[in-house]
Every structure is written in C-alpha cells, then in structure tokens.
C-alpha cells in the first residue's frame, strides 16, 4: 500500500471543507490552510487543490495557478509532498531565479473553496451514443410534447432564433422543450436513432447535423431560452411569457433523471422555477434589460459550476479539458500520461477544422495558429509545451496518439462502452468549449478525434444496428 499525496491532500482538504465551521472562517484563514496543503512534485511543480474541488497547478512561466487534473503515475503522486509557501511577492514581482519549488505565489482568492462548490453533483460525462436516454426521460419528453404542441403560433411564435430549427408552423413551447433540452445535455453528441430527437423529427425544418450514426449538435443556448421568454413578456403577453417557463422547469424536472442533464437541469430549475409561484420576479429585470443576469443570480451557490459556460468561455474550456483528462485515466495503467494524451488529442481535433497540422506562428497568421494563441492563456506550460509538440512535430510521439483512418490507435483505445462514452462526450464538450473561445464555427461532422471514438461504440448501442449492419 503506497502512499498518495494528491488522494491524502484531497481527502484532507474535502473533510476542512465539509466542516460546517468552513464557511464561517475569516478568509485569511481560509487561504492560510489551502495554502498549507500545496503539494511540490519531483519534478517541481506545485499543485493545490480548492475551488470547485479540483486541482489547480502553478505555471513556471508566468507563475499563476491554472486549472489542471493532477498527475496519474503512482512514482509522481507517492512521492508528492506538502511544501510550504514562502513569503507573498508584490503583484508584479517575478519569482527569484533558482528558487522555484520552494517560494510559491499566495494562492488567488479565487481558488479558495468557498464550501458549497464542493457541494457540486457534476453528474455524468457520457454523450448519447452507447448509452441512451432512459425509457422514463423519453417517455416525459414525448408527454410535454403532446401537452404543448397545440399551443396557439400567435401566442407562442418562433423567436430566440429557433425559426432556424423549426419549420414556421411549429410553437415556440415546442422550442422551449428542445432548448432545454439541448441546453441541459452535457455533450449533445447523439445516437442517430436516439428516440429522445425522433420525437422531434416532424418539426425540424432541415435535418440535424451529422450521419446516420451521430447527430452532432451544438451547445445549447441559454440566451435562446432567455429570449423566448423575454419576447413574449415585453410584447404584453406575460401569460405566455410564463408559461414558456413553465415548460422549461418541466422540461428539466423530467431531464433530470438522466445524470448527463441532471446538473444543469438542476441549475434551470433554481433560476425559472420560482417564477409560478412569483410571476413579479423578473419585472424590474425586463425594464433594467438585465433577465438573463436575473436568472443565473438565481442559481444557488451550489449549482453556479453548471452555469459557467453563460460566465467564462475560458473556464468552461478548463472544467471541459479536466473531464478529458480524467476520462483518459485508464491510459496510466499502459503507461500513458492522460494529461499530455488529452493535449495531443486536442491538437488532433485543432488539426482538423483547420485542415492542417503545422501551424504558422507568423504574427497575425489565422487558421491553427490563431485558435492555439487564443487557447494557450488558459492551459498551464506543460500542457502547453505538449499541445506545441503535437502540432508541429510530425515524428513527436504525441503524434502516436491522433487518430489513423478514422480510428483510434490501439494504444489508447477506451477499455469498454462506458469509458469510451466518457471518452466521448469529454472530448465532444472539450471542442464545442475551445470553438466557443477561440470563435471557431463548430464542424457538422464532428471532431476527428470524436468520430474516431464512435467507431468504439457503433456495436455497443443500446439501439438495435441496422439491417445492414446485421450479422456483420
């Protein structure tokens, strides 16, 4: 039995959190005892772990903490030790020479768990291929929408851009059940033959995105939801302003049963719940122009994480890279680094939309280069330096890990169909998180390094395969 400093140092900073005494403490006693618990590594890295429950590493170059999960190689995590902060430094004031992995910055307010954020449900990574929605949740959907279909179009118009989704004839309560839907799903990558989307299929006004296998759909717009209920409130009609509500709170109230909804969903209900029993809560929100700020005031503290997407591009991407990394875990056991495995797979997938592989770092170059500079502000130097090797180098080893064909190497091919959802939709989020930030057009036919991993799931469907694919 090895001893583990990153478990140790978890376990420990999780049971000071949980303490009910936690958030009662001054918070210069708060950063005094997360700031004691900061692990150096052979190597000379510091590591700490706080806010959000996660793990946060310090970046030699330019010395702040970024979101990063921590190592996996028993030799690295055994012989990780508590180090001791050394005096703060004046904002601005570089690190002496020589003495990095025994000075170490203050740590951020911002790092420092505030206690319910440990509180968090981050519920499921998984896309919709492989496992599919529950018979319960499809079955909800399909009510809400028998119940809302004949709603009036004068009362209930396409706005918040769902015209572009739905044909003309189709009410805006269908739209707020699909974009509920869409918001709340962690990754909307689908089975084609997903029963949830077939129970759409007579209002779309052009086929979803994607093949026969995957419908690769974007990331759901808050604003859009925000929109519809806002149009209708101004226009005088407040009745079927909350109404539309109404059916976003049953929307995620039946979504929540499936854990790749349930935290947002969880998060929506908290912001549009309240409003049947306060249809006043809003007002002084439409006349100040500030709803969409109402509403995600509204999430408690404990379900805020659901919502950074609405409030860091950058963030979002982090949280979004952090659960590749994890859902690469099982890589350690064949002696693959997760964390520099997740950067090269995400240098696969930058490769792809741009069509190319070498970037040119000529100032103002647009293409792979432009999305890589947008990009290397939020990952620390490590990740970064194996980002740069995966994208420039041909014969770097990184390499080894971007998809050949279509396929995966059989290095890092997932071990089973949970895995490889995992592996799927961790990565599909990371991609629709990184074009959000770099302001990158998401591609129709998904990320490479995605349609690789659906060649992992084509046979472990919960959907009975096509007759042609029978007996294959």
Same mark, same amino acid.
């Given at each position: 039995?090895?001893?583990?400093?990153?478990?140790?140092?978890?376990?420990?900073?999780?049971?000071?959190?949980?303490?009910?005494?936690?958030?009662?403490?001054?918070?210069?006693?708060?950063?005094?005892?997360?700031?004691?618990?900061?692990?150096? +590594?052979?190597?000379?890295?510091?590591?700490?772990?706080?806010?959000?429950?996660?793990?946060?590493?310090?970046?030699?170059?330019?010395?702040?903490?970024?979101?990063?999960?921590?190592?996996?190689?028993?030799?690295?995590?055994?012989?990780?030790?508590?180090?001791?902060?050394?005096?703060?430094?004046?904002?601005?004031?570089?690190?002496?020479?020589?003495?990095?992995?025994?000075?170490?910055?203050?740590?951020?307010?911002?790092?420092?768990?505030?206690?319910?954020?440990?509180?968090?449900?981050?519920?499921?990574?998984?896309?919709?291929?492989?496992?599919?929605?529950?018979?319960?949740?499809?079955?909800?959907?399909?009510?809400?929408?028998?119940?809302?279909?004949?709603?009036?179009?004068?009362?209930?118009?396409? +706005?918040?851009?769902?015209?572009?989704?739905?044909?003309?004839?189709?009410?805006? +309560?269908?739209?707020?059940?699909?974009?509920?839907?869409?918001?709340?799903?962690?990754?909307?990558?689908?089975?084609?033959?997903?029963?949830?989307?077939?129970?759409?299929?007579?209002?779309?006004?052009?086929?979803?995105?994607?093949?026969?296998?995957?419908?690769?759909?974007?990331?759901?717009?808050?604003?859009?939801?925000?929109?519809?209920?806002?149009?209708?409130?101004?226009?005088?009609?407040?009745?079927?302003?909350?109404?539309?509500?109404?059916?976003?709170?049953?929307?995620?109230?039946?979504?929540?049963?499936?854990?790749?909804?349930?935290?947002?969903?969880?998060?929506?209900?908290?912001?549009?719940?309240?409003?049947?029993?306060?249809?006043?809560?809003?007002?002084?929100?439409?006349?100040?122009?500030?709803?969409?700020?109402?509403?995600?005031?509204?999430?408690?503290?404990?379900?805020?994480?659901?919502?950074?997407?609405?409030?860091?591009?950058?963030?979002?991407?982090?949280?979004?890279?952090?659960?590749?990394?994890?859902?690469?875990?099982?890589?350690?056991?064949?002696?693959?680094?997760?964390?520099?495995?997740?950067?090269?797979?995400?240098?696969?997938?930058?490769?792809?939309?741009?069509?190319?592989?070498?970037?040119?770092?000529?100032?103002?170059?647009?293409?792979?280069?432009?999305?890589?500079?947008?990009?290397?502000?939020?990952?620390?130097?490590?990740?970064?330096?194996?980002?740069?090797?995966?994208?420039?180098?041909?014969?770097?080893?990184?390499?080894?890990?971007?998809?050949?064909?279509? +396929?995966?190497?059989?290095?890092?091919?997932?071990?089973?169909?949970?895995?490889?959802?995992?592996?799927?939709?961790?990565?599909?989020?990371?991609?629709?998180?990184?074009?959000?930030?770099?302001?990158?057009?998401?591609?129709?036919?998904?990320?490479?390094?995605?349609?690789?991993?659906?060649?992992?799931?084509?046979?472990?469907?919960?959907?009975?395969?096509?007759?042609?694919?029978?007996?294959?």
């Amino acid at each position: 039995m090895w001893w583990d400093g990153f478990t140790a140092t978890e376990r420990d900073v999780r049971a000071m959190v949980g303490d009910p005494r936690w958030i009662t403490l001054p918070p210069i006693t708060k950063t005094q005892a997360i700031a004691q618990r900061v692990l150096t +590594t052979p190597d000379g890295s510091q590591w700490v772990f706080g806010a959000h429950a996660r793990w946060y590493r310090l970046d030699r170059a330019d010395g702040r903490w970024h979101l990063s999960a921590p190592p996996s190689h028993p030799a690295i995590r055994s012989a990780a030790r508590p180090g001791a902060p050394g005096a703060p430094r004046a904002p601005g004031t570089p690190m002496a020479p020589g003495v990095f992995g025994t000075v170490t910055p203050p740590v951020p307010p911002q790092l420092i768990p505030t206690g319910p954020d440990f509180a968090y449900d981050r519920g499921s990574v998984q896309a919709f291929v492989g496992p599919d929605v529950p018979h319960d949740v499809t079955e909800g959907i399909r009510v809400l929408i028998k119940t809302h279909r004949g709603a009036p179009l004068d009362e209930f118009p396409l +706005t918040g851009g769902f015209g572009e989704v739905f044909a003309r004839d189709v009410a805006g +309560t269908i739209a707020a059940i699909w974009g509920t839907i869409m918001w709340c799903a962690y990754a909307p990558a689908f089975d084609g033959n997903e029963v949830l989307l077939s129970t759409f299929g007579e209002f779309f006004a052009r086929p979803l995105p994607g093949d026969d296998w995957v419908r690769w759909l974007p990331m759901g717009s808050f604003d859009a939801l925000v929109t519809i209920y806002v149009e209708r409130m101004r226009s005088g009609a407040e009745q079927a302003g909350l109404h539309l509500a109404s059916v976003m709170a049953e929307t995620a109230a039946v979504l929540r049963a499936d854990a790749r909804f349930r935290p947002r969903a969880d998060a929506l209900l908290a912001m549009v719940g309240p409003l049947s029993a306060q249809p006043w809560l809003d007002h002084q929100a439409l006349h100040a122009g500030a709803v969409r700020q109402a509403w995600l005031a509204r999430c408690p503290p404990h379900l805020v994480a659901a919502t950074l997407p609405e409030l860091s591009a950058g963030d979002h991407f982090l949280h979004s890279l952090y659960d590749m990394v994890e859902a690469l875990g099982y890589l350690a056991a064949r002696g693959v680094d997760p964390r520099t495995a997740a950067a090269a797979l995400l240098a696969a997938d930058v490769a792809g939309v741009c069509g190319t592989a070498e970037p040119h770092w000529a100032p103002g170059a647009s293409g792979t280069a432009d999305i890589v500079t947008r990009i290397y502000p939020w990952i620390d130097d490590e990740l970064r330096d194996a980002l740069y090797a995966s994208l420039s180098d041909p014969r770097h080893p990184l390499r080894g890990c971007w998809p050949r064909n279509g +396929t995966l190497p059989v290095a890092i091919l997932p071990p089973d169909r949970d895995t490889a959802a995992a592996l799927l939709g961790s990565a599909y989020a990371t991609g629709l998180a990184w074009c959000r930030l770099t302001g990158t057009s998401t591609p129709t036919n998904g990320f490479a390094v995605c349609r690789a991993v659906v060649q992992c799931l084509i046979h472990e469907r919960d959907d009975p395969l096509p007759p042609s694919w029978a007996g294959s």
